[in-house]
Nanobody, 121 residues
Framework: QVQLVESGGGLVQPGGSLRLSCAASGRILRIGAMGWYRQAPGKQRELVARITSGGSTNYADSVKGRFTISRDNARNTTYLQMNSLKPEDTAVYYC???????????????WGQGTQVTVSS
């Protein structure tokens, strides 16, 4: 019933910018950490950025200084601002969120369907 809806992907030239959005919809009681992962063809999914409910952030070394993760708790949404994009940033980007489940009394990880980001000249 709960789902994460992603948007903002597309084609951009090297050095350009994109902003990804991920909104949790459905019956949302509580959201823990939220983050963004990416997966390029033939490669494993890797962490790009993560933000806790308290606002602490963590970034992959490859995107530090270029990407910024943020969240809007009122909208149950996380954003990934991507600047100075490089061809190696090309991948499918997946949103992740830890959502509280009353049945289990704990948080469980949910995933978005992914959005394609292509950086090419």
């Amino acid at each position: 019933q709960v789902q994460l809806v992603e948007s903002g992907g597309g084609l951009v030239q090297p050095g350009g910018s994109l902003r990804l959005s991920c909104a949790a919809s459905g019956r949302i009681l509580r959201i823990g950490a939220m983050g963004w992962y990416r997966q390029a063809p033939g490669k494993q999914r890797e962490l790009v950025a993560r933000i806790t409910s308290g606002g602490s952030t963590n970034y992959a070394d490859s995107v530090k200084g270029r990407f910024t993760i943020s969240r809007d708790n009122a909208r149950n949404t996380t954003y990934l601002q991507m600047n100075s994009l490089k061809p190696e940033d090309t991948a499918v980007y997946y949103c992740n969120a830890d959502l509280y489940r009353p049945y289990s009394g704990s948080y469980w990880a949910y995933w978005g369907q992914g959005t394609q980001v292509t950086v090419s000249s």
